[in-house]
T-cell receptor, first 108, second 114 residues
Framework: KNEVEQSPQNLTAQEGEFITINCSYS?????LHWLQQHPGGGIVSLFM???GKKKHGRLIATINIQEKHSSLHITASHPRDSAVYIC??????????FGEGTQLTVNP | DAGVIQSPRHEVTEMGQEVTLRCKPI?????LFWYRQTMMRGLELLIY????????DSGMPEDRFSAKMPNASFSTLKIQPSEPRDSAVYFC????????????FGEGSRLTVL
């Protein structure tokens, strides 16, 4: 069993839909990262959180430490949100463990 | 700031050749990470430096791989000799704090070993 599991693996949505991507992990962590990788390959850090909720524009990330679960939400999705979203956890000492990623496609 | 700068962006080489990938972290960041991404294994940490000192190199696949950080503004990842299974995208990332800071990634270096 992977230490970090994401669901779904693939997600197709219509523009405007509310999107949720889930991440479950099995180890204690000091922080959890959500990353976005565009088709061109570049990786952007969206959030780093260790508790509660963070919001940036149309993106919201939540984490429940007790349940070892995090969600990434996208409100009013847009085709430019199409990308791979990667969850990564930091058990300690900066050795990030990555999920396999969720491929999101938002159709106009 | 220009962000994390990696070079080359693409490299195609033949098996057995030496490959050197370069990274310039964001100025003021004291942690630098080298990651490798493949279809089969996803993203993996190879090595990370804190204040130019290698802290964790347990992800370096074998002795053919080596990484250096001679100063705060430059790091190299070297593969010698290269093998086809080394073909991957290699990302460098930097952070202002090793285990609590946001990561900033370079654009990656796509390596193809024939």
């Amino acid at each position: 069993k992977n230490e970090v599991e994401q669901s779904p693996q693939n997600l197709t949505a219509q523009e405007g839909e509310f999107i949720t991507i889930n991440c479950s992990y099995s180890v204690g962590i000091s922080a959890l990262h959500w990353l976005q990788q565009h088709p061109g390959g570049g990786i952007v850090s969206l959030f780093m959180l260790s508790s509660g909720k963070k919001k940036h524009g149309r993106l919201i990330a939540t984490i429940n430490i007790q349940e070892k679960h995090s969600s990434l939400h996208i409100t009013a999705s847009h085709p430019r949100d199409s990308a791979v979203y990667i969850c990564a956890v930091d058990p300690s000492g900066s050795r990030l463990t990555f999920g396999e990623g969720t491929q999101l496609t938002v159709n106009p | 700031d220009a962000g994390v700068i990696q070079s080359p962006r693409h490299e195609v080489t033949e098996m057995g050749q030496e490959v050197t990938l370069r990274c310039k972290p964001i100025s003021g960041h004291n942690s630098l990470f080298w990651y490798r991404q493949t279809m089969m294994r996803g993203l993996e940490l190879l090595i990370y430096f804190n204040n130019n000192v290698p802290i964790d190199d347990s992800g370096m696949p074998e002795d053919r791989f080596s990484a250096k950080m001679p100063n705060a503004s430059f790091s190299t990842l070297k593969i010698q000799p290269s093998e086809p299974r080394d073909s991957a995208v290699y990302f460098c990332a930097s952070s202002s704090r090793a285990n609590t800071g946001e990561l900033f990634f370079g654009e990656g270096s796509r390596l193809t070993v024939l």
